[in-house]
Nanobody, 123 residues
Framework: VQLQASGGGLVQAGGSLRLSCAAS???????NMWWFRQAPGKEREFVAAISGSGGSTYSADSVKGRFTISRDNAKNTAYLQMNSLKPEDTAVYYC?????????????????WGKGTQVTVSS
């Protein structure tokens, strides 16, 4: 599976962005999908995850109520809708795919990674 993340950019605090993660090579529906992020000088951290069917989601406390993960298996694409963005959301965002349990946040258990997309939130 090849993953390509896109949709990042510069936005003011309180604004919104939608990230996309397009997959090629295999049918995405057989994989759970994750979004992680890495802020400058910090370790990469879990953001949100969604099951292969899209019926279950899981997100970090820091983004609950603001970020929504979704997927369209017909388009082989996962999304991260980010609302009410804060300067502390500034990071490079990565998508990943795996058959690991949905609630895992262990990055070593991800099978495939996309290249990151930069999100910058100005105050």
């Amino acid at each position: 599976v090849q993953l390509q993340a896109s949709g990042g950019g510069l936005v003011q605090a309180g604004g919104s962005l939608r990230l996309s993660c397009a997959a090629s090579g295999r049918t995405l529906s057989s994989y759970n999908m994750w979004w992680f992020r890495q802020a400058p000088g910090k370790e990469r951290e879990f953001v949100a995850a969604i099951s292969g069917s899209g019926g279950s989601t899981y997100s970090a406390d820091s983004v609950k109520g603001r970020f929504t993960i979704s997927r369209d298996n017909a388009k082989n694409t996962a999304y991260l809708q980010m609302n009410s963005l804060k300067p502390e959301d500034t990071a490079v965002y990565y998508c990943a795919a795996a058959r690991s349990p949905l609630t895992t946040t262990n990055q070593a258990r991800m099978d495939y990674w996309g290249k990151g997309t930069q999100v910058t939130v100005s105050s």
